[in-house]
């Protein structure tokens, strides 16, 4: 009889950036939480106020460190920061304005995002079968850690991170744009995966006021 417990972790994107309003190409680069993204990560805390979690984890990236910092509030749980939950390297895409990438590298953005070639990276990048590959490494390790006591496992990450994790988990054929502060739950026990919901705003919307 196996001795191991499920474990269910809440994926969680970071607030609105800087960036994300300049429509800037975000990736292994930073920019501030907004005032909105601040909001935003302290309503999906509260949203979650009601459930106990065992663990935090967090990219390294600083806007998602203060996304989780905002969103755990006053509960005394240690974030457990590392890189491979960062965001897709964009390379030379990084911190580009939309219309400055346009310009010089046409529709590449198109060919990019439409998510049908696995090997697909922006110049200088990586590519969604290496970003899956950090990610599971990382999830995989969470999981080793956690499945013999269970239990809920926050995991604060990035948009791209996220849904190309599910993608090419689930061998979907279309991918999910999670809005910032979603959350996607995935469940495992016993080398088993279970998804109970993708990029969903409900929790975050239930105290969430626009700034």
């Known amino acids: 009889m196996s001795s191991e417990k499920e474990v269910r972790l809440y994926f969680v994107r970071h607030g609105e950036t800087q960036y994300n309003v300049e429509k800037r190409m975000q990736g292994f680069c930073d920019s501030p939480l907004t005032d909105n993204g601040i909001a935003q990560a302290k309503s999906v805390g509260m949203g979650l ?7 935090v984890y967090a990219s390294e990236s600083q806007r998602v ?4 910092n905002h969103a755990i509030g006053h509960r005394k749980i240690p974030i457990i920061t590392d890189p491979r939950l960062k965001e897709m390297n964009f390379g030379a895409l ?9 310009a010089k590298y046409g529709n590449i953005l198109d060919k990019l995002f439409k998510h049908k070639d696995l090997n ?9 079968i290496q970003l899956f590959s950090r990610t599971k490494a990382v999830i995989n390790d969470i999981i080793q850690k956690h499945k013999y006591d269970g239990g ?5 990450s990035h948009g ?5 994790y599910l993608k090419q988990l689930l061998q979907a054929s279309h991918y999910t744009h999670h809005d910032n502060c979603s959350i996607t739950i995935v469940k495992y026990f016993e080398d088993s995966f279970h998804v109970e919901s993708i990029a969903d705003t409900t929790f975050r919307d239930k105290h969430y006021l626009k700034k």
């Open 152 to 156: 809920n496992i926050l995991v604060f």
């Open 65 to 68: 460190i203060d996304t989780a």
């Open 120 to 128: 697909m990276s922006a110049p200088e990048g990586e590519s969604y």
């Open 94 to 102: 990084e911190s580009l304005l939309e219309s400055e990438i346009i």
């Open 49 to 55: 106020s009601d459930i106990k979690f065992k663990a």
């Open 160 to 164: 791209v991170t996220i849904a190309n």
